[in-house]
Nanobody, 120 residues
Framework: VQLQASGGGLVQPGGSLRLSCAASGNIFSINSMYWFRQAPGKQRELVAMSASGGATNYVESVKDRFTISRDNAKNTVYLAMNSLKPDDTAVYYC???????????????WGQGTQVTVSS
């Protein structure tokens, strides 16, 4: 199983970006999918979560600016980021709980990270 993240880049304050993370490989089902970020010198933090049943959750600092969504048919999770601020600058990582068969346990998988830089 692999997770491939994309969509990062350089954007001015107030701008928007949309991140994507596609899971591939031997996938039977996916439970929750997440976006984390890690800024230089800081710990990795949870940004947003999308449960398989549709519930979502966000860290307070991105509420009303970021939206997590998923396309289950494509095994893909997205993060739409609006009104970006310099403090949002970080490497963004996706994470998913995936199982490869009906009898297997869910395992966690990380994507490779995509850089988001918010600067004028």
């Amino acid at each position: 199983v692999q997770l491939q993240a994309s969509g990062g880049g350089l954007v001015q304050p107030g701008g928007s970006l949309r991140l994507s993370c596609a899971a591939s490989g031997n996938i039977f089902s996916i439970n929750s999918m997440y976006w984390f970020r890690q800024a230089p010198g800081k710990q990795r933090e949870l940004v947003a979560m999308s449960a398989s049943g549709g519930a979502t959750n966000y860290v307070e600092s991105v509420k009303d600016r970021f939206t997590i969504s998923r396309d289950n048919a494509k095994n893909t999770v997205y993060l739409a980021m609006n009104s970006l601020k310099p403090d949002d600058t970080a490497v963004y990582y996706c994470y998913a709980e995936i199982r490869s068969s009906a009898s297997a346990a869910f395992r966690g998988y990380w994507g490779q990270g995509t850089q988001v830089t918010v600067s004028s």
